[in-house]
């Protein structure tokens, strides 16, 4: 089974500064999916952004990018220019080949202040 | 297509009873997830569907849990002798194939009295 790690109960960003959110997984296989998703307060979770294993180029989503060490099997998120709306619950979940399920992490609350 | 849409979005019911809730996915999406998540945590796989075929459960669910896809299009996943635990949101996601991602519903919040 795969286990993901979200160190970071809580973060707190001022707005227009930016924040990193890290995520580390255990996995044997060699081609997976990465994904971060955001699920604001009595909202539907949403995809925020995915990175493919085998592709060494972090992915990059305008204000929002990755930073993906697959040695390491680190996938964190950096958010740039933060904006009040991006207050959420972001999680990380990686999804293997073999395996049908996404397996999220236990996500990191990120707050965000004027 | 609007989405991945839930329904209801709040069940309240007394312990002991049995609930269903329905699922309908982006239509051209031939997989099918139902998770559940509890206060302060990720969401936790429960059941996947390819088409109508269910590939893969969950030990989380158990004998009291069942999930059907019938024709491939919308889920329904029932609780029987619903207890107290059960209380959760049931998330329900759609996706093509591997690799793009899921799109979820609002989920159903289940509230166990």
């Known amino acids: 089974a795969q286990t993901v790690t979200q160190s970071q109960p809580e973060m707190s960003v001022q707005e227009a500064e930016t924040v990193t959110l890290s995520c580390t997984y255990d996995?044997?296989?060699?081609?997976?999916?990465l994904f971060w998703y955001k699920q604001p307060p009595s909202r539907q979770m949403i995809l925020v952004i995915r990175q493919e294993a085998y592709k060494q180029q972090n992915a990059t989503e305008n204000r929002f990018s990755v930073n993906f060490q697959k040695a390491a099997k680190s996938f964190s998120l950096k958010i740039s220019d933060s904006q009040l709306g991006d207050a959420a619950m972001y999680f990380c979940?990686?999804?293997?080949?073999?395996?049908?399920?996404?397996?999220f992490g236990k996500g990191t609350s990120l707050l965000v202040t004027p | 297509d609007t989405g991945v849409s839930q329904d209801p979005r709040h069940k309240i019911t007394k312990r002991g009873q049995n609930v269903t809730f329905r699922c309908d996915p982006i239509?051209?999406?031939?997989?099918l997830y139902w998770y559940r998540q509890t206060l302060g945590q990720g969401p936790e796989f429960l059941t996947y569907f390819q088409n109508e075929a269910q590939l893969e459960k969950s030990r989380l669910l158990s004998d009291r849990f069942s999930a059907e896809r019938p024709k491939g299009s919308f889920s329904t996943l029932e609780i029987q002798r619903t207890e107290q635990g059960d209380s959760a949101m049931y998330l329900c996601?759609?996706?093509?194939?591997?690799?793009?991602?899921?799109?979820f519903g609002s989920g159903t919040r289940l509230t166990v009295v």
């Open positions: 979940a990686p999804h293997t080949n073999s395996g049908y399920a996404l397996n």
């Open positions: 239509s051209e999406h031939n997989r």
């Open positions: 996601a759609s996706s093509p194939p591997a690799g793009t991602g899921y799109t």
């Open positions: 996995t044997s296989e060699s081609d997976y999916y």
